[in-house]
């Protein structure tokens, strides 16, 4: 087997050197031979390019040397080893194997929704997001709404709820991501970049992710409800408390990670604290955000379905905290807030139950402080042999402040889903009831709404 190889090689080197003598003007890649004698060492080269780079500078960019190569024990110095294919053929040697180099990788697949293209040195997921919505909004009939001389009456509407574009993924290390998404429904001729929420980069410093750092603009660690992804949710919209207290993106830094094997997650950031797509900070104070939580039998992950939990139960609790001192110098009407915040999750062969609940301080510059609580729950069950039907119910409260009787907002409600294909391809039929006990002079209001919703995810 042996001496077959070396024949093959030998003959390979022929055909090499008669095409070289043949055509010597010719200098592609696999047809140039060229061995230099300088300073005691045999510099041998395979390619055109490499020999006229050498011959300036002195310098190779790729060296391959053995010692005591040469026929009187010279150096030799290679170029490659295709140079020591042709210098072993030449010189009567018997031929060597060399593997190949390694073709750079280069994947393009559909999953889930995300279209991605991967590389030896980066990854990048592409995916689109539609929700259209029908709304039948029926007001208090007690209350006039747009000056109209009877109060109350109904009002039907089509709308695009959302259509995001996000790109996501890595870049030369997989410890290196980032976050890219654009909402075109948010976009204002005032404020143009509105639509962008998110653009971030993530850095696993422990490439192990238990301690990691991420920079730009995302959701601030705060509230189980708004870290969940608008499409990755049981009702058409978030609850009337979460949307109240858990205000999302921000501009700014938080460090995070893993804790006791990944039974445990922690992040902390400071922030602009004025909300996202501003240009710069109002003052000179940040807003502060902790959440730390705790999930021993495995994250049940960001989303209010139970499309995950098969034959075991996945629960998290955790605790969230915000500092957010918005006071400035020019106006007297703005706050210093705390808020405490815990949230849970459950979830078991179809069934998901999760609540959260949120107490405010609030300090003014002027008058007195007051709290501001809010909480809601909200649970579901997963019907059908592929359960793909779902039946949800959500109630809800909310006291602005302690310091004023009878302001409460209540909301209770019910959903009724349909996933073809979980959270990408689904629809939403959701029905609820807001009541206001501070308005209409102090009678109340009561409010009902229909939302009708398609979602898609490509």
Sequence with gaps: MTSRVALY???LGLALMLAVAAAPNVQAQGMFFQEVQKDGRIYVFNSAREHAAWSKSGELGKAIARLGYGDAGET????????????NFKHGREAEAFPEPARPRMEVFWKDGKTSVATDRAQLLMSTRIQGRFTQESPDNSVKLFSEAAG???????RIRRAKFKLEGWFYKPELSYEFQINFMDATS????????????NWDLSRRKILQVRFGQFKVPFGR???TSSGSQQFVDRSDASTRYARGRETGVQLWGGLLGNKAEWRVGAFNGEGRSQAANANDKFQYNARVQFHPNGDPKFSESDLESRDKLLWAIAANL????KTKTTTSTDTKDT?????FMAKYRGFSLQGEYFDKKAEPETGAEFKDRGWYVQTGYLLGAKRNWELAVRHGRIDPSDQKPGDDRKEIGGAVNYYYNKHNVKLQADFRQLEDEAGNSGKGIKSREFRLQTQFIF
Excluded: H, K, W
């Design 322 to 325: 915000e500092l957010n001192d």
């Design 190 to 201: 005032a404020q143009p970049t509105r639509m962008i929420e998110d653009a971030s980069i």
């Design 225 to 227: 409800q708004e870290l």
């Design 76 to 87: 030799v110095v290679f170029d490659s080893e295709a140079a020591i294919s042709l210098f």
């Design 339 to 343: 808020i405490l915040g815990g949230d």
């Design 152 to 158: 109350g009456d109904p009002r039907s509407s089509f």
């Design 9 to 11: 090689g030998r003959a």
